[in-house]
């Protein structure tokens, strides 16, 4: 009766994960299910609330950094406007601080001097400093 109480605890705590997404709950919710493994083979009371206080220590210090570390790092992929920033271009057209046009990426943009007396001539490698609507803020790469 005991390993069943520990193994809907388990199954409760495991399933309220998906509401959270912090990693605790599982974490509990895996514990809870090796107590109801522990306790169907027979261990007391006491060593079910060790063994239960011992995984859930192990699993939501040791475990849970390294998974929300794992998942942290998708979030930090760069996309869209972001993912140009930094990049090299080449200058395609001559360009001023009025307008010109560079090749990002194989992608020809419209593009602009973040110096105002900056002229970068055909074949420049230069730099995205920024994205401003549809066009790229570049510079001399230094």
């Known amino acids: 009766m005991a390993s069943l109480v520990w193994l809907i605890v388990g199954l409760l705590l495991v399933a309220a994960e998906v509401l959270s997404g912090e990693f605790v709950l599982v974490m509990l919710g ?9 306790v169907a083979l027979g261990a007391p009371v006491w060593l079910s609330a060790l063994v239960f206080a011992g995984l859930a220590g192990g699993l939501v210090l040791g475990a849970r950094p390294a998974l929300k570390r ?52 055909t074949d420049t490698t230069v730099l995205v ?8 803020i570049v510079s001399a790469q230094p």
């Open 30 to 38: 895996v514990a809870a299910l090796g107590t109801a493994g522990a």
């Open 70 to 121: 794992r998942f942290e790092v998708r979030n930090e992929l760069k996309t869209n406007v972001d993912a140009l920033l930094g990049k090299r271009a080449t200058v395609v057209s001559t360009v001023d601080h009025r307008g010109g046009r560079v090749r990002i990426d194989g992608d020809v943009w419209s593009a602009r001097t973040l110096d105002e007396a900056e002229v970068l001539e």
């Open 129 to 136: 400093m920024e994205i401003s609507g549809a066009t790229a």
